[in-house]
């Protein structure tokens, strides 16, 4: 499947064709992120979806799995801000360029500055999905520090941004740890009980010209945690 979706999508990445503002080769993405959901006994629910289809700005999500993009293009094309590395993987790093993703190398500020430039010049229809907290860190029921550059490129260009919440039960499945991606996957794919998923989407902001980024970026931190700490509360058990 990872083969044929690598030959589709860069067999119509060089079509100078859009559908609704979005390049046909990542139009193409979807369907078949759709389809690995049920192939993999993943139960999605995202009750808002059709704000992200509509959105035209940035989405800030919690970061856990690489599950997170999966459900994320399952809804609606929607492009990354992808580590530097990711770009030179097979197959998935030849996915994410043709797909307009935007790389950056977090340890090169020469890297950072270039990204930053891309991101506050890029059309943010289909919208742009950064991950504040820069990564997926231990341990994963605890929301990380957010880097504001982020907010200060959503500040500066008036750039409204969704923060986002994924929950997932079981975590410790889907849970991105310090392991080479196979491995993830692996255990991922054969564990034989149903994945519960669920994406809770807060109210969109409107950064206006006299807000600071960092207090941006602590209360978007804050409303996140809030919900992640409730919602995880009442998360369905899968014990028996």
């Known amino acids: 499947m990872l ?15 859009r559908i609704r503002g979005v390049r046909l080769s990542a139009w193409l993405l979807m369907p078949i992120c759709r389809l690995l959901l049920p192939l993999f006994n993943v139960e999605f629910t995202a009750l808002e979806a059709e704000r992200i289809r509509q959105h035209n700005g940035f989405i800030f999500p919690n970061h856990l799995s690489f599950l997170d993009i999966i459900l994320l293009v399952s809804i609606f094309p929607v492009r990354f801000l992808s580590k530097a590395e ?13 797909v307009d993703t935007v790389f950056v190398n977090r340890d090169d500020k020469e890297s ?4 930053r430039d891309a991101l506050a010049h890029i059309h943010t ?15 994963p029921d605890e ?7 982020a907010f200060e490129i959503a500040q500066t260009g008036g750039v409204p941004f969704i923060p986002a ?5 079981p975590l410790d499945i889907v849970f991105w740890r310090d392991e080479h991606l196979l491995t993830a996957v692996w255990r991922f794919a054969t564990h034989s009980k149903p994945i519960k998923a669920r994406l809770f989407l807060l109210r969109t902001v409107q950064p206006g010209p006299n807000d600071d980024p ?3 970026a602590l209360e978007t931190h804050g409303a996140m945690a809030a919900v992640l700490s409730s919602k995880t509360v009442h998360m369905p ?3 028996p």
Do not use: C, H, M
């Not at 990711?86 to 043709?98: D, S, V």
């Open 237 to 239: 058990s899968q014990s």
């Open 165 to 169: 919440v994924f929950l997932y039960d």
């Open 214 to 216: 960092r207090q941006l």
């Open 3 to 17: 083969i044929l979706t690598t030959v589709l999508v860069l067999a119509t990445a060089w079509l100078p064709v």
């Open 86 to 98: 990711l770009a030179n993987w097979p197959f998935i790093g030849w996915i994410a360029r043709a």
């Open 125 to 139: 229809f289909p919208p742009v999905a950064l991950f504040p907290e820069g990564g997926i860190f231990q341990p």
């Open 112 to 115: 950072r500055e270039k990204a």
């Open 143 to 149: 929301l990380k520090p957010f880097r504001y550059g």
